[in-house]
Each structure stands twice: as C-alpha cells, then as structure tokens.
C-alpha cells in the first residue's frame, strides 16, 4: 500500500504515525486535522489506507470510518481511547474498519497493517474476479439474444443457433460475443 491518508488532530499523534508509516515503506502519506478535511480530500483522491487518530476536532471519527468505507475500497484503521474502543469497534467492525485502543502500541499497529494490506489484496482479487464472471454472464446474455434473432429471422433451431455462433467465431477467429454483436447490428438495426 502506498497511498496513505492520515487523520490527527494532534501533531503529536500526525507525527507519530507518518513517521511510523514512512519507517515501513509507505510513500504516500497525506496529512489532515479534521473530518471535514479529510472528506474534501477522500472526493477528490483514491487513498489505499485511511489512518484516524480520534477524537478529531469536528466528530469522533466513527462517522469518518464508516464514509470512507462506503465512498473508498480503502482500509480503515481507527484509533480511540482504550476505554472506548470495545463500544466503536462493535459500532464499526461489521463495515471492514480496524480498532486499535490507545496508547498505541508499535507492534500491534504494525501487524494491523500487514492484516489490512492482505485483506485488501483478497478484496481486490475477489472485485476482480467478480468483474471477470460479471462479464461472462453479459457475453452469454448477448449470445443468446442472438441465438433468438437467429431463430427468429433464419428460422433455425437453438442447437442450429448456437453452433452457427460457434462456427462464425472459429472461422473469423474472433469471440462469439463478436459474433453475436454482428448478428445482432445486423438483424435489429
């Protein structure tokens, strides 16, 4: 991960963590102290991870959290007071965001990085093959919309549609949903 927001209203606490981040090979560290700059700057750029040190001086940076996972495909670290941080991580936890008590320790800081970089890497994996199967239904969807007009128009049966969709695609070397974009511009325009 390389582009890292992070959210402190102190400077001890934006410190601490940039220094901490830069330490552990992350590039990329933005600064802000409030919620309100944080969103303007979540609108405009794609962060990796979002750091929150709460509080912050406009919220407490529950509601923060919780927008970054709805707007971002970020990983969300929260941090809050010990005394708190059972009662946010219940309120946060379900919506992917990771609640660390204060003080902070650098070993468990450092291993919740290494939990959020490998989360993120399956979250990816798993977006992009939903990408690759949402795809294949909207090819199979097409051909066989050209299976129909085949019917309909040439009067062929749907094992008489189907492997003259197979047949054009081998012989022009193309994909069948080529094949069935032709036969469709062709039959329905």
Known sequence: MDSVLVVSSTAKGKDFLSEFLIAHDFSKITTVQSGGEARRLLNQKDFELVVINAPLRDESGEELSLMVTEVSMAGVILIVRSEMADDVSAKVENYGVFVLPKPLSRAMFFQ??????????????????????????????????????????????????????????????????????????????
Do not use: F
Not at 145 to 163: D, F, V, W
């Open 112 to 189: 919740s990085l290494k939990l959020m970089a490998a989360s993120r890497r399956r979250i990816l994996g798993l977006q992009h093959e939903n990408a690759k199967l949402q795809q294949k239904i909207e090819d199979i969807r097409l051909v066989d919309r050209a299976k129909c007009t085949l019917i309909q128009y040439l009067n062929l049966t749907e094992p008489q549609a189907h492997r003259y969709i197979e047949k054009q695609a081998m012989d022009r070397r193309v994909s069948k949903r080529e094949v069935a974009e032709s036969i469709l511009n062709t039959y329905e325009s």
